[in-house]
């Protein structure tokens, strides 16, 4: 998070297209080589996937390897099902800053940093660190980290239930198009909310703000939504493509959501919601 600010504060970017309308900059680059530093030096030969491409140039300055490790949460009862796991089993997803349209234009509090953890293709462990949280004001530290972890829990913020007897759902800012829009009509809501970043949304969804993320594209990749699925999912809610169906985080994967995201906050009916979207837009997202 302290690269990121820094990155922005310094001023120079370097932004790279890497593709239409999908941009990469200093700091999504140097945000990846120093989460990719810290857990390989840790764990030499875990399998980590980031967004910014393979871990190639782990070469960074010694401040920037993580060490230290949170206590508190290390100080946890490791549910049962995670006790007999093995290094092959898991994947890491690395999304080193979600929302990199939004951190250019300036809308800060939109970027999160994501590192989600899949045991045997499911994501059960997620990090969401908010680099800008409370960043305007003048008497608390930038920033902020929540995790989850399926079985036991979340922590790192206080979960809030999502709006009652009503629809408001969260969608992309930066990349919608017709279909996604078709889906978003098909849905009757009460309110739109238009926000950057996958790891964002979710929060908005776990904060009491929306009911539903609504994705009808593929756009989205796993380092997208390892993280925020399971953080979403050890709080009780879902986040599935746009049929229901599970995506897979096992590293052989495609990275592309083909299927689109659905999520829907703790409480809420996700099959009920799904089945609003006609078939003729499921059927595009195959
Ligand atoms: N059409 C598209 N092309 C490239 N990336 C896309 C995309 N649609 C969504 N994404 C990626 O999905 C994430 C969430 O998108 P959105 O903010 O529009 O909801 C962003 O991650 P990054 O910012 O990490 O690249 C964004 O780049
Ligand atoms: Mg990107
Ligand atoms: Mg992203
Ligand atoms: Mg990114």
Known sequence: GKIIRDVMSRGELGIIEKGKNDLQTE???????????????????LNIIGEEGPPSNCEVPSDWVV????????????????????????????????????????????????????????????????????????????GRTMWGLVGLGVGGFTPVDPPKNQL??????????????????????????KVGGAGYKVLLL???????????????KKWDTCAPEAILTALGGQLTDIRGEKYSYDKDVTFPNVGGVFATAKGEDHKFLINKIPSDIRDVLI
């Open 206 to 220: 776990m904060e009491g703000k929306a009911n539903a993320y609504v994705f009808a594209s593929r756009g989205c």
């Open 27 to 45: 700091a999504d680059r140097s945000a990846q080589r120093c989460i990719m530093a810290s857990l390989l030096n840790q764990f030499p030969t």
């Open 67 to 142: 060490t230290d490790a949170d206590t508190s949460v290390l100080g946890m009862e490791c549910p049962n099902e995670y006790l007999q796991v093995s290094d092959e089993d898991i994947v890491v997803w690395v999304d080193p800053l979600d929302g990199t349209s939004e951190y250019t234009q300036g809308l800060l509090e939109h970027v999160t940093v994501l590192i989600g953890i899949s045991v045997k293709g499911k994501a059960v462990g997620g990090i969401i660190h908010q680099p800008y949280f409370n960043y305007k004001s003048n008497d608390a530290l930038p």
């Open 168 to 193: 408001i759902v969260t969608t992309t800012r930066s990349h919608s198009d017709g279909l996604v829009q078709k889906a978003l009509d098909a849905l009757s809501t009460n309110e739109i909310i």
